[in-house]
């Protein structure tokens, strides 16, 4: 049997999780991979532009091939990760990227870097940062108790929101002052730092049992399958996320388009508002334990998956255009991101937390697997929908179709057990 958590694990007090050594590590690893990915993401979009001259088909490829490995690998690493050693796996892929972004600069100077070699490149990191995920999450419970996973989750959140709303403005900055190569420099360092943060983590992984005669990992995976989608509380939280991601694949689709061009907001109010978004989602990882304790974890993630609805409602309803002044239009989308963030930020770190608490530790990576591929599923072809979608109905009437769809992932939880699960129950 794997190792079932840290010492103290099954203690009823909450731990600050940042006194934790282990995951105190884990927790500056994390954050400063997470603000040289945010810094990083804007210098590929530069290079697809600019240096590679990519067509609109050349980006989509290039867009999807950061989600293909998702596709088509999810389930077997997923179930890999229940039986490899997850701080290694951790350990190898922040080396594996930072070779890879130290090879971009290399390109660059030598003239080299064209579509084939960028597509080969963001290949080989969806592959890296999806081995990284899978290890990731199911890495967590082991160093921190499980008493105190919601916080620990709510501090990575947190980190996350601040790298997902600075980094970008970050890294328009540095790209504008030392370029491009040196980013990608930049990057590799904080990657190759990360490694030695990971190693570093005192934390011990008992070998898994050995697979039984006649069972190979398709059997791993079916197992990961059934165990999430046959436990009382797992299923509904797992459907319930499902429908959440199929509402968002269209908002992510015609948000942007629908306030930059339909309302004809510029950028600059346009990055006022998602960094608006991103204070929600600061402020919801905050109060996320809090809420988790007080009302449960069900009620918890119910009441970030209800919110969800109103910002999407509320853009759906209120007659916006172009004709609306900027000082109305700015209000009102950043409200709309402000909630948005906020019930992102609450129901985050209780639902991952709950799911790490509930699941044993041997079945870790395939649950966590289970939920996050079907997710990119949904996500993928959610979003080749939503683009029919607004062209049959438009931008405003899909934004409300989006609305209904993150009703029905709450009314999941409403009508099942999950809507009275609490922190801390034993898994069934």
């Given at each position: 049997?794997?190792?079932?958590g840290?010492?103290?694990?099954?203690?009823?007090?909450?731990?600050?999780?940042l006194?934790?050594?282990a995951?105190?590590?884990?927790?500056t690893a994390?954050?400063?991979?997470?603000?040289g990915s945010?810094?990083?993401n804007v210098?590929?979009?530069?290079?697809?532009?600019?240096?590679?001259?990519?067509?609109?088909a050349?980006?989509?490829?290039?867009?999807?091939?950061?989600?293909?490995?998702?596709?088509?690998?999810?389930?077997?690493?997923?179930?890999?990760?229940?039986?490899?050693?997850?701080?290694?796996?951790?350990?190898?892929?922040?080396?594996?990227?930072?070779v890879v972004?130290a090879?971009?600069?290399?390109?660059l100077l030598?003239?080299?870097?064209?579509?084939?070699?960028?597509?080969?490149?963001?290949l080989?990191?969806?592959?890296?940062?999806?081995?990284?995920?899978?290890?990731?999450?199911?890495?967590?419970?082991?160093?921190v108790?499980?008493?105190?996973?919601?916080?620990a989750?709510?501090r990575?959140?947190?980190?996350?929101?601040?790298?997902?709303?600075?980094?970008?403005?970050?890294?328009g900055?540095?790209?504008?002052?030392v370029g491009?190569?040196?980013?990608?420099?930049?990057?590799?360092v904080?990657?190759?730092?990360s490694?030695?943060?990971?190693s570093?983590i005192?934390?011990t992984?008992?070998?898994?049992?050995?697979?039984?005669?006649?069972?190979?990992?398709?059997?791993?995976?079916?197992e990961?399958?059934?165990?999430?989608?046959?436990?009382?509380?797992?299923?509904?939280?797992?459907?319930?996320?499902?429908?959440?991601?199929?509402?968002?694949?269209?908002v992510?689709?015609?948000f942007?388009?629908?306030a930059?061009?339909?309302?004809?907001?510029?950028?600059?109010?346009?990055g006022i508002?998602?960094?608006?978004?991103?204070v929600?989602g600061?402020?919801?990882a905050?109060?996320?334990p809090?809420?988790?304790?007080?009302?449960g974890?069900g009620?918890?993630?119910?009441?970030?998956?209800?919110?969800?609805?109103?910002?999407?409602?509320?853009l759906?309803?209120?007659?916006?255009?172009?004709a609306?002044?900027?000082?109305?239009?700015?209000?009102i989308?950043?409200?709309?991101?402000?909630?948005?963030?906020?019930?992102?930020?609450v129901?985050d770190?209780?639902?991952i937390?709950?799911?790490?608490a509930?699941?044993?530790?041997?079945?870790q990576?395939?649950?966590?697997?289970t939920?996050?591929?079907?997710?990119?599923?949904?996500f993928?072809?959610?979003?080749l929908g939503?683009?029919?979608?607004?062209?049959?109905?438009g931008?405003?009437?899909?934004?409300?179709v989006?609305?209904?769809?993150f009703?029905?992932?709450?009314?999941?939880?409403v009508?099942?057990?999950?809507r009275?699960?609490r922190?801390?129950?034993?898994?069934?």
């Open positions: 049997m794997r190792n079932a840290p010492p103290g694990s099954s203690g009823e007090g909450r731990t600050e999780v006194r934790i050594p995951f105190r590590l884990f927790w994390t954050t400063i991979r997470g603000f945010a810094i990083a210098a590929f979009q530069v290079l697809i532009v600019t240096v590679v001259a990519a067509t609109p050349q980006i989509g490829i290039l867009n999807a091939l950061g989600v293909a490995p998702y596709l088509f690998l999810g389930f077997i690493i997923g179930a890999l990760m229940d039986r490899w050693n997850r701080q290694r796996t951790l350990v190898l892929t922040s080396i594996g990227r930072a972004f090879l971009i600069p290399v390109l030598l003239g080299h870097l064209d579509f084939w070699s960028l597509a080969a490149i963001m080989t990191l969806g592959v890296l940062t999806l081995f990284a995920q899978s290890a990731e999450q199911p890495f967590v419970p082991q160093i108790p499980r008493s105190s996973l919601v916080s989750n709510a990575l959140g947190q980190s996350e929101t601040v790298a997902g709303t600075a980094g970008p403005a970050a890294g900055a540095l790209l504008t002052l491009a190569p040196l980013i990608f420099v930049f990057e590799a904080i990657h190759a730092v490694a030695v943060l990971q570093r005192r934390v992984e008992s070998a898994p049992a050995p697979r039984r005669a006649g069972r190979h990992i398709g059997h791993d995976i079916v990961g399958m059934r165990f999430t989608y046959r436990h009382k509380t797992l299923r509904p939280l797992a459907l319930s996320v499902h429908v959440w991601f199929l509402g968002n694949s269209i992510a689709t015609v942007a388009v629908f930059l061009r339909e309302l004809g907001m510029p950028a600059w109010a346009y508002a998602v960094a608006v978004g991103g929600g600061f402020l919801g905050i109060i996320a809090a809420v988790g304790e007080r009302i974890a009620r918890a993630i119910l009441v970030g998956r209800s919110l969800t609805v109103v910002p999407w409602l509320l759906a309803v209120v007659p916006l255009s172009s609306t002044t900027m000082t109305v239009l700015l209000v989308v950043s409200i709309a991101q402000f909630l948005f963030g906020l019930a992102m930020g129901e770190a209780n639902d937390s709950y799911r790490q509930i699941a044993p530790d041997a079945i990576g395939r649950m966590n697997a939920i996050r591929t079907t997710n990119r599923i949904v993928f072809f959610g979003a939503a683009g029919v979608l607004a062209t049959w109905l931008y405003a009437a899909s934004l409300g989006a609305s209904a769809v009703a029905v992932a709450a009314l999941v939880i009508f099942s057990p999950l009275n699960a922190h801390g129950e034993a898994g069934v």
